[in-house]
């Protein structure tokens, strides 16, 4: 786990102060890598690349930037976890390191750009092919590890962070339909970012340069392409099978690897796993608000540590530390997204820093097996209209509106939300209906100046994801899942990414070996979501492995923050400050006495206020800051 970066003239004329604007972007991503340190510069001068390296696999050798014998050179971030596998297939013979680096650098010169279908794991890697004079740059299926690049005067930039890029842009602006894509759903669509001019590469995507050319091609898609041929009882063994080996590969390390623990289903489930393998001095990893109900889980935590006799590391998260981190959060960030599970992520991320090199998370079981509760309300709605419609038995995708009833206790902490979504009418079409599901802009219209923000077609980047050819039509469910999988996953790993590296720390994801991915994008609507129940396959498949506490409640809220609470009381003059500073500023995109007034009045795990501070202390943190970014170069 490292971060890297790199540095190209699309023109091949040498770059001046190549060395130092390497230097430059390691030490602005050096807590990623706090082990070490490397460089390389191509002996033209045209192109370099630079890394910090946080050891993990081959403790000794695998420094980088790697140099093969054939010259070409890698840097790269991420985990190889079948890296053993690959080493007998290229032949152990060839290999002068334990490294999964010099796995990659073998994999492409023996099946050049294929070589990524071989890989499972995590990944982002800047690779040099001094036969071709081309780079070749890459990263994982599922967006874990990050890749950012921007061409400033014709010269190309790529880094682990956007932080990284900020000395070498001509000056720091918003994009400004990032903006609405983040006031919209709280993360950015595609492959922009909230820097203008600075763009991501995304999820399943390769980028190569070569005689000055950029070209980016998607190499991996998720098919929806049901297998209505296997029972739900094959569907459970086989997602056993395949989360059986994911962990066994996930816990391949050189170090010790411990687990997030949060109280919920999915963390849980990667944890029972894990000790399994590693069955001695498992450590765990959970934090709490004691505030009050609803945002103290850990008892559910401390059920799981005893069943499985884990060493539970439990972290009491007071409003202080909100105070002394959110800037920290931000900072860490790049850009804001996803919502408040940030801030403790960061704080749990720290304790667990002091105690492992290495955690296991259980990030991506929501989007893969459809754990969200807006999937029964927007269900509900439309099995409603399919029994006014008369259309409730048509097709293999249709839960009944009797079942969802039964499970509609699963909302009671979503009232405002279900006002919201139907304030404006019932029963347009589905595209329509989960868009204004998942949009926030609506309780944003007094707080934003949206005039200067200018026309946005935020509807139509949802409808052409939402809509994507790889996934059936005719089902619901689907569309919603893989909604989210392509938007809201790649945004919540950038959280599981960073609140990690934030503290030199490693987090994986098991749930997230694309074998397991694609069997779920098979299993019909119709057993995944059977009689209205959220992750049906994975409470078949492992609630027998889970304490009861756990699998019966249905209260799981993801990690609440109770900042509106602590708005009206001890956090007050903190945040009002903040946003203070805004209008004094003179933030065009804000009305910033609208949002003080406002402070006050949200409810209980409303998400407004927590969108609105982080996009002002991002401006603060960035924007109003460029001058000190630019000063690195001088």
């Known amino acids: 786990m490292c971060g890297i970066a790199g540095i190209l003239n699309l023109n091949s004329s040498p770059i001046q102060n190549l060395d130092c604007s390497l230097r430059i972007m390691n030490k602005l991503q050096k807590h990623r890598g706090p082990d070490g340190e490397g460089s390389w510069t191509h002996r033209e001068k045209f192109l370099g690349l630079s890394h910090v390296r946080l050891s993990v696999i081959d403790l000794n050798t695998g420094q980088q930037p790697m140099i093969s014998d054939n010259k070409n050179v890698i840097s790269y971030n991420g985990e190889i976890y079948n890296f053993k596998e690959l080493r007998k297939e290229i032949g152990e013979s060839q290999f002068s390191t334990n490294s999964d680096t010099e796995v990659i650098l073998k994999a492409y010169e023996r099946w050049s750009e294929d070589c990524i279908s071989k890989f499972r794991g995590m990944f982002a890697f800047a690779l040099w092919d001094e036969n071709k004079s081309s780079l070749f740059c890459a990263r994982d299926r599922f967006g874990i590890k990050p890749f950012y690049y921007t061409v400033v005067n014709e010269v190309f930039y790529c880094a682990s962070e956007i932080k990284a890029l900020l000395p070498f842009v001509e000056q720091i602006d918003t994009d400004i339909d990032s903006l609405n894509d983040y006031l919209t759903f709280q993360f950015t669509l595609g492959d922009k970012t909230l820097f203008k001019g600075i763009k991501k590469l995304e999820p399943g995507h390769m980028l190569t340069i070569k005689n000055g050319q950029i070209s980016v091609q998607k190499y991996w898609e998720v098919y929806y ?8 009882s094959f569907f459970i063994e086989r997602v056993k099978e395949l989360m059986d080996e994911s962990i066994s590969l996930h816990m391949r390390s050189d170090v010790p690897v411990g687990a997030y623990v949060s109280g919920g289903r999915d963390s849980s489930i990667v944890a029972a796993l894990a000790t399994k393998v590693e069955r001695t001095d498992f450590k765990a990893f959970t934090g709490k608000f ?7 889980e850990s008892n559910y935590a401390r059920d799981l540590a005893n069943q499985y006799s884990i060493d539970l590391h439990e972290l009491d998260i007071q409003s202080g530390d909100f105070v002394s981190s959110i800037g920290k959060v931000i900072y860490h960030l790049d850009e804001p997204v996803a919502g408040p599970g940030s801030f403790p992520q960061y704080e749990i991320s720290g304790l667990a820093s002091q105690h492992r090199k290495v955690v296991l998370g259980g990030q991506g079981g929501d989007e893969i097996f459809g754990g969200y509760a807006r999937y029964l309300i927007a269900y509900f709605e439309q099995c409603i209209k399919g029994a006014i419609d008369g259309t409730l038995k048509n097709g293999n995708f249709v839960v009944t509106y009797e079942s969802i009833i039964s499970n509609l206790e699963t909302l009671k902490q979503y009232k405002p939300l279900l006002k919201q ?10 595209d329509r209906r989960y868009f204004n599901l998942v949009n926030r802009a609506p309780s944003l219209k007094r707080e934003i100046n949206w005039d200067s923000l200018g026309d946005s077609s935020t509807f139509d980047r949802f409808l052409k994801i939402f809509l994507g050819k790889n996934v059936g039509h005719e089902s619901y469910f689907d569309l919603m899942t893989h909604f989210d999988f392509k938007t809201l996953l790649p945004a919540l790993l950038q959280v599981e990414d960073r609140m990690s590296m934030a503290h030199g720390l490693e987090s994986r994801v098991p749930f997230l070996d694309h074998q397991l991915v694609e069997l779920a994008a098979t299993i019909p609507a119709d057993i995944k979501f059977k009689n209205g129940e959220l992750k049906r396959l994975l409470v078949r498949a492992f609630d027998p492995v889970l304490p009861n ?6 209260d799981k809220m993801g990690f609440p923050v109770p900042l509106n609470e602590w708005m009206k009381s001890e956090l007050k003059d903190f945040v009002c400050g903040i946003f203070e500073t805004g209008r004094d500023i003179g933030r065009t995109f804000f009305h910033s006495d609208v949002i003080l007034d406002n402070l006050s009045k949200e409810g209980k795990f409303s998400r407004k206020i927590w969108g609105l501070l982080s996009l002002e202390i991002w401006m603060q943190q960035f924007h109003d800051k460029a001058i000190e970014y630019k000063q690195y170069l001088k």
Request: net charge negative; charged share 25%; proline share 0%.
């Open 225 to 232: 392409e049901l297998d209505f041929g296997h029972t739900e």
């Open 290 to 296: 004691s505030f009050g109900e609803g945002y103290d």
């Open 421 to 430: 979504f139907w304030s404006h009418g019932l029963f347009e079409t589905i």
């Open 549 to 554: 506490s756990i699998t019966s409640r249905k």
